[in-house]
């Protein structure tokens, strides 16, 4: 499994462009999937070329939820390549330019060993990888709060991993038992989470590459 971070506030590639949002590529399990989208279509596409990325080569698009920074960069996307099924969830609403919106409500499984917690707080929805070593979870802003996010992720294996925007996270004993950590974006408490778990922790950033 492969995570590349593409657009987030923080640079870890000094040659990419910082923006208030968020997107990832997920690769795992024979699937490419673009993660959000950012804010900025022209940012997102920049820092995808800068990284190699090609948007031909992604097979769908999972969207969080509906905030701008992460979703604003979509329409820019789908005008390079259209013929992507994209996840999102039912509150988004109609995505134009796409060849299928895939509307998620509740826990589904998108793939064999690819699922997504389902919409929670009518908001958001998170992404998840079973990998060998654990459940691997992916969260935009955790806008339903990350032990809600958990606990809907446990009904597919154990948590392992988690990247992502924490926002006001504070619960830190949450964290625990997970191996290891990625805040980006909007988390509010980078330094205390560090601080307490610093074998754990991973820095973030655009550019920054994460391989299981």
């Not at 040659?15 to 997920?26: C, E, N, P």
Request: charged share 25%; hydrophobic share 40%.
């Amino acid at each position: 499994m492969r995570i590349s971070l593409i657009y987030d506030n923080e640079l870890w590639k000094k040659d990419l462009k910082a923006d208030w949002g968020f997107s990832s590529l997920i690769e795992a399990h024979h699937k490419k999937i673009l993660f959000d989208t950012g804010a900025n279509g022209a940012i997102l596409l920049y820092n995808m070329k800068k990284l190699r990325i090609d948007p031909a080569e992604i097979d769908e698009v999972f969207i969080s939820h509906g905030h701008n920074d992460h979703i604003g960069g979509l329409n820019s996307f789908l005008k390079v390549k259209s013929d992507i099924p994209v996840y999102v969830p039912r509150s988004v609403g109609k995505i134009q330019g796409t060849c299928g919106t895939v509307y998620i409500k509740g826990p589904d499984v998108i793939h064999e060993h690819i699922f997504s917690t389902g919409e929670l707080g009518n908001i958001e929805q998170s992404l998840v990888i079973e990998t060998n070593k654990g459940l691997v979870i992916i969260a935009g802003c955790s806008h339903p709060g990350i032990r809600n996010i958990l606990r809907a992720a446990s009904q597919f294996g154990k948590p392992y991993a988690l990247v992502g925007g924490l926002h006001g996270f504070n619960e830190f004993e949450l964290i625990e038992d997970l191996e290891w950590i990625c805040p980006v974006h909007c988390t509010r408490f980078k330094s205390e989470i560090k601080a307490l778990y610093p074998r754990k922790y991973i820095t973030g950033g655009a550019g920054r590459v994460i391989e299981l």
